[in-house]
T-cell receptor
Framework: KAGVTQTPRYLIKTRGQQVTLSCSPI?????VSWYQQTPGQGLQFLFE???????NKGNFPGRFSGRQFSNSRSEMNVSTLELGDSALYLC??????????????FGPGTRLTVL | QQPVQSPQAVILREGEDAVINCSSS?????VHWYRQKHGEAPVFLMI?????EQKGHDKISASFNEKKQQSSLYLTASQLSYSGTYFC??????????FGTGTRLQVFP
């Protein structure tokens, strides 16, 4: 069974630009969560999508948005990029909503650098 | 509310034991533990549910004290392969899985 895939793996953008990251979950998984990882901050929760609906959202500004398609693939968009947005963005999929009975499977991440 | 992990870093020799703690200020429904090796994606270790269940994964076990909103991960007779950053994720009444800042574990021969 193929794992979670993320594209692209690396991105370099400049301040003010926007970026779209893609995540394909494991086949059959209906939940996709997005996390921002920076040194010292751990994994910061961005949002979770389930059946094309945003179910949960973390404490990030409105510049961060996402969506999920009918095939469970998900995209994350960051508009008006800032230097502080430089990070590793991880997506994770699970069979059902991330919760007490569902482990998450993480993708390799997209490394975003904002210059 | 991000859980607090301690210690922030641990250095061990092969065969030594370690304990990593995770605490929250909120009532928890479950605690999840993941390990991330350098340059790799986090990998699931175990989930602990309310009721103080203690789970095991080879020589790695964990406990969950729901009254104290704390979980501890026990690494026994550590191996080189245990090196990495350990994250606890907690689930409270917001239904979000929130991860701590991680504990970096290094095991040397």
């Amino acid at each position: 069974k193929a794992g979670v895939t993320q594209t692209p793996r690396y991105l370099i953008k400049t301040r003010g630009q926007q970026v779209t990251l893609s995540c394909s979950p494991i086949s059959g998984h209906r939940s996709v969560s997005w996390y921002q990882q920076t040194p010292g901050q751990g994994l910061q929760f961005l949002f979770e999508y389930f059946s094309e609906t945003q179910r949960n959202k973390g404490n990030f500004p409105g510049r961060f948005s996402g969506r999920q398609f009918s095939n469970s693939r998900s995209e994350m968009n960051v508009s008006t990029l800032e230097l502080g947005d430089s990070a590793l963005y991880l997506c994770a999929s699970s069979l059902e909503l991330a919760g007490p009975y569902n482990e998450q499977f993480f993708g390799p991440g997209t490394r975003l650098t904002v210059l | 509310q991000q859980p607090v992990q301690s210690p922030q870093a641990v250095i061990l020799r092969e065969g030594e034991d370690a304990v990593i703690n995770c605490s929250s200020s909120k009532a928890l429904y479950s605690v999840h533990w993941y390990r991330q090796k350098h340059g790799e994606a986090p990998v699931f270790l175990m989930i602990l549910l309310k009721g103080g269940e203690q789970k095991g994964h080879d020589k790695i076990s964990a406990s969950f004290n729901e009254k104290k909103q704390q979980s501890s991960l026990y690494l026994t007779a550590s191996q080189l392969s245990y090196s990495g950053t350990y994250f606890c994720g907690t689930e409270d009444d917001t239904d979000k899985l929130i991860f701590g800042t991680g504990t970096r574990l290094q095991v040397f021969p």
